[in-house]
């Protein structure tokens, strides 16, 4: 009896061992879980000719600041931003609230890259700017377009909610060394708030 | 005799019911879109939060992607660093973005179809995290054109397991 045991107890330890250790890792459960909710952002207004509101085809000069305002294409806009001082408008059209980030990438044609300083640091081939939102105020609530990785923008829009915006942007402070056409993008996120 | 057999299957009972399998459930209800979204573009779900997780482990989910215009359009699926975080999530590390596996990062998609393009993580073995960490999944309508465009974001909050 006692041999039997002994031997049952080997034969246990033997086995539950190696498999215990296994199963540290193996034996916990990933939790993947979602909620239905539906994510969409649009902009009713997805171009702007800097300087060019006013009176299309206008160049624009080094250190010089521009505003996407239907106003004036140099006119700074009041604060608190009012609605007609902004060019574009988000519209959330999902059914939950959303955050809104823009990026605004460097320009192509003639290269001037994002100072990542907002509106108010330019430097040679360098601009600067900013986003500015209805009933925000100015300066003080302008929200810096970077590169890459800019802050939050527009904070819990709710789900069928607007907002209309708009951008500042100061040129570079050399001179353009051509007339070249120069474009860029501002890519605006939308995430679940 | 009797007990040896006995004590034989016991064992064996209690390292079976032991020895689960990990594969990570998935759970979450399919919902259907409002009809009002029939025409625009979205993306579902807005959050994807994984729990439990840990070196070596994997975690998926389908990621649904609607193209709201009248033409076809590609869109780019990226992986892409938080602009911000969930309270009490840091930024994934920068690794991370090799563990994110995306089944269609190009899908073409006709006028209104919804397809969805399966989304996974695998942390391999022997690699580290903060305890909460969050990474983007980047949808871009790239036939969009203009100076001002538009990109929908699902959240991937990760929760390591304690």
């Known amino acids: 009896m006692r041999k039997t045991l002994i031997t049952i107890l080997m034969a246990l330890a033997l086995v539950v061992v190696p498999v215990g250790s296994a199963l540290a890792d193996s034996s916990v459960t990933v939790n993947v879980t979602a909620t239905p909710a539906f994510v969409s952002l649009t902009v009713d207004v997805n171009t702007w000719e800097i300087n060019g509101i006013a009176v299309p085809g206008s160049k624009i000069r080094p250190s ?18 009012v609605d007609s001082a ?29 100072s990542n300083g907002g509106y108010t640091v330019n430097g040679a081939t360098a601009f600067g700017a900013s986003g500015y939102a209805s009933v925000a105020a100015w300066p003080g609530g302008a929200v810096i377009f970077q590169n890459a990785n800019s802050a939050k923008f527009i904070d819990n829009l709710p789900a069928g ?24 993008t ?8 | 005799m009797k007990k040896l057999i006995g004590l034989i299957v016991l064992a064996g009972l209690l390292l079976s019911a ?4 990990s594969a990570p459930p998935v759970t979450g209800e399919e919902a259907s879109p409002p009809p009002e979204l029939y025409d625009k573009t979205w993306i579902s779900p807005g959050k994807v939060e994984v729990g439990n997780f840990y070196p070596g482990a994997r ?4 990621l649904s992607i609607h193209n709201g215009k009248d033409e076809p359009a590609k869109f780019s699926v990226t992986y892409r660093v938080a602009d911000n975080t969930g309270e009490g999530y840091v930024t994934a590390p920068s690794e991370a973005q090799g563990w994110v596996i995306i089944a269609d990062p190009a899908p073409v998609l006709a006028a209104k179809e919804t397809r969805q393009v399966l989304i996974a993580v695998e942390m391999p073995k022997g690699t580290k995290a903060s305890p909460k960490w969050e990474f983007w999944i980047a949808v871009k309508d790239v036939t969009q054109t203009g100076m001002v465009q538009t990109e929908l974001a699902c959240r991937w909050l990760v929760e390591m397991r304690k």
């Open chain 1, 186 to 193: 501002i890519t605006c996120t939308a995430a679940e708030h």
């Open chain 1, 64 to 81: 010089t600041t521009y505003y996407s305002n239907p106003l004036g294409d140099t006119t700074a806009p009041a604060t608190p931003v």
């Open chain 2, 59 to 62: 975690a998926e989910y389908p």
């Open chain 1, 161 to 184: 909610g607007t907002k209309k915006w708009g951008v500042a942007l100061k040129t570079q402070s050399d001179v353009f060394t051509a007339a070249t056409a120069m474009t860029s």
């Open chain 2, 18 to 21: 032991c020895a689960q399998p």
């Open chain 1, 86 to 114: 902004c060019r574009f408008q988000f519209t959330s059209n999902g059914n939950v609230a959303i955050d809104i980030t823009c990026n605004f990438a460097n320009f192509a044609g003639i290269v001037m890259t994002n």
